[in-house]
């Protein structure tokens, strides 16, 4: 096995933290994490697995009472008692205490663990929810993992089964404390990849029998359209699939259609010249057949004799295919163009090796070896249970066009996070079957933009493709510049990406990680947090045809949050239903945010860190953010590779915004930027910019309707300061009664009544008085609701 197979791994844990019997040993992770062991055999395993690659962690403080025939291990947050025989409900249990240090739970060996859910290894199929796999995190504040049946790899990078039966169990006893839990499973399990830069822009993907020229037909008129992507999915349709029937089925194959693309090489340059990295779609199952370009060769490597035409079997867990099928089936594929490889696995989960799920196999080793160009790593393809993060971007599956569909996925998304999967890549719009929907496939993509990965996908139907100008109007608009919106977050997602990487926080998270007491957060599932500033509520359901609005049940943390479209400004602390026309989601940022985009004034698709930035700084409270920027593709992250821009907004008696001068490695960022700062929220000031500590003349502008002072800084160095002094820095005051207006001129509702309401808002002395008499007046539930919440945004 290569080198480059090989997993880095550090499996042996301190022998201060090893307490060890005949039959039993335990070891001490963490105060809240500990490994529990029973073999009969009195043999213990110390190399890595599947799952765990890492037990070496900082020796934590505890203590051990050994009675003779009862052992005690106590951490700050568990207390074990064990009594030193096979491990039985009565024998062995773990009391856990929450961060207070009260007791929260009690574990006894064999309690059914009641967890927070994690993901599941596909939405194939799926028409609404599916069944999720068990998580790392629970209310009652405890959970395990039951390692004892994963393979191990070996130091050579080969994957072998355990020679002995016994117990490998890990007790997490986190509380709520869930952040902990995720940066601790991290620790131990591998932490997430850093993403390449271009996996955070928008991806274009149908299954669909292109040819080379209706491939680079649609890129260009998408670059006409002024709709960004960074990322070529090529399905199944690039090889041979109609084969004579001796050999099989089409869906695997290695060898490009040249009736399709009679130049591989050159539609792959093509494409790499106009900044789009490629993928191709594989299917491995059915190995390599006397049809295929590369058979011979891969036929001799196996010591076949290639007359005969026998098909090579697909067999991962062969170190001789293993190694023929990088060398003959993908290297030369890879030296034509392509990027890294869609595995699209779906032959289930049996090998030669007894336990050993082929899908993980190929993840694990298609991820390694994506590197050996000296790029980063990246592969595509479906979870092969806990340790998948190591491997991304996750693709979900085939799932039917409905709105049941797209209503599950905000919170499948967000609450992958609970095992640690942070980059799921779902078919924005639905891949098949289901119906026609202009209004569901926009709602798609609006989530898309607020999910990890944004791929538009569908079936090869003549009917079914996610080009915006496909759908209506409206739909066509929203969807173009939604995809704009995507492609300019790419400075924010990726500091998110590092952030995911570095600090094991992942991009989307349930709302419970921040607000784990508040039995709210628990109650809005297709609600998270979308990066450190913003969280992000997609609207699911479809809009109410009268009134011109969809709603979503929501919950806002104590404090002011501020729409990042609209600007309008929210006091916290409640649940409520928030509502919002076809061209918009609530997505709210909260007091003091700073959120860094690219500019597209100036049309771009690059997904280079862009000379022209706009920044959006939310009003409400002082902010901090680090925009990190580094070359996007590097094969290693290293400190030294970065770039760090520190932006402060700071609110008090003087209030101000500081862009400070770029530090470590600028040659990674353009030398001058262009800043267009938008402070939202904010009520009409006076403002003084000072560049380099010198007073500069700018231009500038206040919008009304979203509260917005715009300052705009052309070509300024990026080792030299800016800053903006307000003359006063409060909060805008909510246009209650245009907003009210808005509402009601486009509702399709009787004009009587139109004016009767807004008489009401405009004339009524207290909002008190004016809630009273618009419940009296028996209005319609969605037009009663979004009145509502305009009228008690601030309380």
């Not at 400070?660 to 938008?678: D, I, M, Q």
């Amino acid at each position: 096995m290569t080198q480059l197979l090989k997993l880095h791994s550090e499996p042996n844990a301190n022998a201060e933290v090893i307490i060890q019997g005949e039959c039993y040993r335990f070891t001490v992770l963490t105060p809240e994490l500990i490994r529990m062991e029973y073999s009969e055999e009195g043999y213990f395993e110390d190399r890595a697995s599947q799952t765990v690659v890492n037990r070496n962690f900082p020796v934590p403080a505890f203590r051990v009472i050994d009675l003779g025939n009862k052992l005690e291990l106590i951490t700050d947050r568990l207390h074990l008692t064990y009594d030193k025989k096979r491990f039985s409900r009565h024998g062995l249990s773990v009391r856990v205490k929450n961060e207070a240090g009260h007791l929260m739970s009690v574990w006894n060996y064999g309690d059914t663990v009641q967890d927070l859910r994690g993901t599941a290894r596909t939405l194939d199929n799926a028409d609404g929810t599916i069944q999720l796999e068990h998580g790392l995190l629970s209310r009652f504040g405890y959970t395990l993992v039951d390692d004892s049946s994963s393979l191990l790899l070996e130091e050579d990078g080969r994957v072998e089964p355990r020679e002995q039966n016994g117990l490998d169990l890990y007790f997490f006893g986190y509380g709520h404390d869930y952040l902990k839990c995720l940066k601790d499973f991290y620790h131990l399990c591998g932490r997430t990849p850093l993403l390449p830069r271009y996996a955070l822009g928008n991806w274009w993907s149908r299954y669909y029998r292109y040819s080379e020229e209706e491939y680079k037909s649609l890129m260009e008129r998408f670059e006409r359209e002024r709709t960004p992507f960074s990322v070529a999915v090529i399905d199944m349709d690039w090889h041979l699939v109609d084969i004579d029937p001796q050999y099989g089925s089409g869906w695997t194959g290695y060898t490009w259609n040249r009736e399709l693309f009679p130049d591989p090489q050159r539609f792959l340059a093509w494409l790499h010249g106009k900044g789009l990295r490629v993928t191709l779609n594989v299917h491995p199952a059915d190995g390599v057949r006397a049809f295929e370009d590369p058979y011979l060769a891969i036929a001799a490597e196996m010591g076949m004799d290639p007359e005969k035409g026998d098909a090579v079997e697909f067999d991962i867990t062969d170190p001789n295919f293993l190694r023929a099928y990088f060398k003959f089936l993908h290297h030369p594929l890879e030296d034509e163009g392509v990027d890294f490889w869609w595995i699209d696995w779906q032959q289930g989960g049996i090998t030669k090796i007894p336990g050993l799920d082929p899908l993980w196999m190929l993840n694990h080793y298609h991820y390694l070896d994506n590197g050996r160009r000296g790029n980063r790593k990246l592969t595509f393809s479906r979870y092969a249970g806990l340790g998948s993060h190591r491997y991304p971007v996750g693709f979900s599956g085939d799932t039917i066009v409905t709105w049941e569909s797209l209503n599950f996925q905000p919170y499948f998304t967000a609450n992958a996070a609970n095992v640690g999967y942070g980059w799921w890549s779902h078919d924005i719009g639905g891949h098949m079957n289901g119906y026609l929907d202009d209004e569901l496939a926009m709602r798609w993509v609006q989530f898309g933009v607020f999910s990890p990965i944004l791929r538009l996908h569908s079936s090869a139907s003549p009917f079914n493709s996610k080009e915006p100008w496909r759908f209506n109007k409206i739909a066509e608009d929203v969807m173009k510049d939604y995809l704009r919106l995507r492609h300019s977050l790419l400075p924010y997602l990726y500091t998110m990406n590092r952030y995911a990487s570095r600090d094991s926080l992942p991009l989307v998270r349930p709302m419970y990680y921040h607000h784990a007491e508040q039995n709210e957060a628990y109650e809005v599932p297709n609600e998270y947090y979308f990066g450190t500033e913003l969280i992000a509520c997609p609207i699911t359901q479809p809009v109410n045809p009268k009134i011109g609005v969809a709603e979503i049940k929501a919950w806002l943390p104590k404090g002011i949050w501020i729409d990042f479209f609209n600007g309008r400004v929210y006091d916290g602390g409640r649940k409520l239903s928030l509502y919002r026309n076809l061209e918009s989601i609530p997505v709210l940022a909260k007091a003091g945010a700073i959120v860094p985009l690219a500019d597209l004034t100036e049309y771009t698709s690059s997904v280079d860190n862009p000379r022209h930035m706009e920044v959006r700084v939310f009003a409400g409270g002082s902010g901090h953010f680090h925009l990190w920027e580094d070359e996007g593709d590097t094969a290693e992250d290293r400190d030294e590779q970065w770039c760090d821009t520190e932006m402060i907004l700071e609110v008090g008696e003087r209030a101000n915004f500081k862009i400070l001068p770029a530090r470590g490695n600028t040659e990674a960022v353009p030398e001058r930027r262009s800043w267009k700062l938008s402070f939202v929220g904010f009520a009409d000031t006076r403002v003084q910019v000072f560049a380099g500590g010198t007073e500069i003349t700018t231009d500038m502008g206040y919008d009304e309707a979203t509260h917005t002072l715009t300052v705009m800084i052309s070509d300024l160095a990026v080792d030299q300061s800016l800053e903006v002094m307000f003359a006063d820095a409060r909060i805008a005051v909510n246009s209650v009664d245009d907003e009210v207006f808005n509402l009601l001129n486009r509702a399709q509702i009787l004009f009587q009544l139109k004016e009767q309401i807004y008489r009401v808002v405009k004339e009524s002395a207290t909002l008190m008085a004016t809630l009273a008499a618009l419940a009296s007046m028996d209005l319609e539930h969605t037009l009663y609701g979004a009145l509502c919440e305009i009228l008690t945004a601030r309380l």
